[in-house]
């Protein structure tokens, strides 16, 4: 096949790629965003196999069917829940991918000298490595096979600068030199521990934005390989990739208040210390019952989930209350914290799964407005998002950005029991005048409210 | 091979446009986007399939480019499927009812 055809085909898909970012912006045309991204892949791939260079076909169709096998049921099969570790893992996949074929494409440099392919190379090679185990250590935490909390020892900032400083300057090194001894062997060794390393650390709610940031590095590895193989369609989609990891960890990382560096090297999380006097203080507390009462006689409701509500499986519960509720014509809306759950948009997923309309999920801008005139605000599994401390700004979470519930007239807190949030910080929210808790796992206590709210519509 | 401006003005111009369409997309989708431009990113495939499907490859490069074009496989099928089945269930209130 002609070269330039192959050429062409490459940049139709580069532009359906574009299109398809460009159909996400809404969900009345995301769909056809898939679309158009299913159709730049499959001319890139086709383009490719056409290509005279390409030759041997039988591990290519091998390799493509085993991935289509694994690939088909992972996509099915993920409950909704399990979203996040699905994300890290094919970050993974992706960084995997690149960082082999940018040492198989390094292994044929030796003796050509340095030269800006291999300086490209190394860099692949190095991004590529340490996002890929970095993946999998965010994986293994989500999955809950490494302990969520931060594991901390002393000397660790020290230990992984000097790792990836001496990875750094064998990246250097080889670029200027290419060759395939043992220099190469443990550049990838120290690449790949660095990645280990610069996840251990950091803890559970942490997770959207590290998640982002190492969506953001796999997408600049892949644009390194294009600039390595001269392939604007890998650069332009390297580009689009890594600039929507970068723009979404911004989103997380203002949403905390908190710098990249703040979140990769610490600060929050070490202490989880309960503050002086927690758990001590009295609180009101109120039974299911009582609860969906209260709830059927508000007339404009705003319910704040947070990671709890997906840790208890409570979203189909919490939408068969939205239901129960809307038929009963209170006005009832979800309001979203950018940095609530694992990854960024992990509650809108969860509710949507639950029937939940997207047009009753509003931002926490918008609902902090007008807060004031809420009657209830339901708290479901979320706590630091709403915690008043981060007005304080001497607090651990101080600036952070909050969902006002303590504006609203009355607050609800569904809580397992008095512990406090990932910060390690109490929450003046539970012991406002105008606050009840109700005790007991979410999924629980929203069915029951639900249960006894459509009991009472019966006997109407 | 030498230096070559025109590839860093393809990325410096495809990073500006992408800083531009990301901004635009509501945070309601955050989740389906990520798993969209995973998948999206899946085309480093091409790079895959060049190593593998070289004639002169290494016995080493077949080893490389057989797991590499597997990895990104599995991350584009899956990644488009999910991100259609995540964007499937967003419903608006009209359509629900």
């Keep these: ?99 082999l074929i940018g040492t198989a494409e390094f292994l044929k440099l030796p003796g050509t000298g340095p030269s800006f392919v291999s300086g490209a190379l190394t860099f692949e090679m190095l991004l590529g490595l340490l996002t890929c185990t970095a993946s999998l250590v965010a994986f293994c935490k989500l999955q809950e096979i490494l302990p969520t909390r931060p594991i901390k020892f002393p000397g660790q900032s020290i230990l992984n600068l000097a790792i990836f400083s001496t990875a750094a300057v064998g990246a250097v090194v080889l670029a200027l030199e290419p060759q395939a001894n043992w220099l190469l062997w443990i550049f990838i060794a ?80 070490q202490v989880a210390a309960p503050a002086p006097g927690a758990g001590q203080r009295p609180v009101r507390s109120t039974s299911m019952e009582d609860a969906a009462l209260q709830l059927e006689h508000a007339s404009r409701v705003v319910v704040v ?147 006894s709210l459509s009991g009472a519509n019966g006997g109407h | 091979m030498t230096f070559d401006s025109s590839l860093i003005a393809i990325f410096m111009l495809a990073a500006f446009l992408g800083y531009h369409l990301i901004r635009r997309v509501s945070s309601l989708l955050h989740s389906p986007l990520m798993s969209l431009t995973n998948a999206i990113a899946a085309v480093a495939v091409v790079g895959a399939l060049l190593v593998l499907g070289e004639g002169e490859a290494s016995p080493l490069a077949r080893v490389l480019g057989f797991i590499a074009v597997t990895a990104a496989t599995v991350n584009l099928v899956s990644g488009f499927l999910i991100t259609d089945r995540m964007l499937k269930m967003f419903k608006p209130r009209s359509r629900d009812q």
């Excluded at chain 1, 045309?29 to 898939?34: E, K, L, M, N, P």
């Excluded at chain 1, 994300?87 to 995997?96: E, N, R």
């Excluded at chain 1, 604007?232 to 990891?245: E, F, P």
């Excluded at chain 1, 509710?351 to 004031?372: I, R, T």
């Design chain 1, 190 to 269: 120290l690449a790949s521990a660095f990645g280990v390393l610069l996840v251990m650390p950091i803890g559970g709610a942490d997770m959207p934005t590290v998640i982002a940031l190492l969506n953001a590095y796999a997408g600049i590895a892949a644009s390194a390989m294009g600039f390595a193989l001269r392939n604007q369609l890998l650069i332009v989609t390297g580009a689009l990739d890594g600039a929507s990891g970068f723009i979404l960890a911004l989103i997380m990382c203002k949403a905390m208040n908190r710098s990249f560096s703040n979140v990769l090297f610490g600060g929050l999380g």
């Design chain 1, 1 to 99: 096949m002609n070269p330039h055809v192959v050429e062409i085909g490459y940049l139709v898909a580069a532009g359906l790629f574009i299109l398809s970012l460009t159909w996400m912006s809404r969900p009345s045309t995301a769909r056809r965003g898939v679309i158009a991204g299913e159709i730049g892949m499959l001319l890139a791939i086709v383009g490719t196999l056409v290509l005279k260079q390409v030759v041997n076909y039988e591990l290519i169709v091998v390799a493509l069917l085993l991935g289509s096998a694994i690939g088909v049921p992972l996509a099915y099969l993920m409950p909704m829940t399990a979203i996040p570790q699905r994300t890290a893992l094919s970050h993974a996949f992706g960084a995997l991918a690149v960082s």
């Design chain 1, 305 to 451: 989930p947070g990671y709890g509500m997906a840790v208890a499986q409570a979203q189909h519960k919490v939408s068969e209350l939205y239901r129960s509720l809307t038929a009963k014509g209170v006005e009832v809306r979800f309001a979203i914290h950018p940095v609530a759950g694992r990854m960024p948009g992990h509650m809108n997923v969860l509710l949507a799964e639950a029937n939940v309309p997207y047009d009753h999920l509003v931002e926490m801008d918008d609902v902090n407005g007008e807060m004031a005139a809420i009657d209830i605000a339901l708290v479901i599994g979320a706590n630091d998002v709403v915690n008043p401390a981060a007005r304080d700004p001497k607090s651990l979470i101080g600036g952070m950005p909050i969902i006002d519930v303590d504006h609203a007239r009355q607050v609800m807190v569904i809580k397992r029991g008095m512990n406090p949030g990932f910060a390690g910080i109490d929450n003046e929210i539970y012991y406002l005048d105008k606050t009840q808790m109700l005790f007991g796992d979410a999924k629980d206590f929203v069915s029951g409210m639900a249960k």
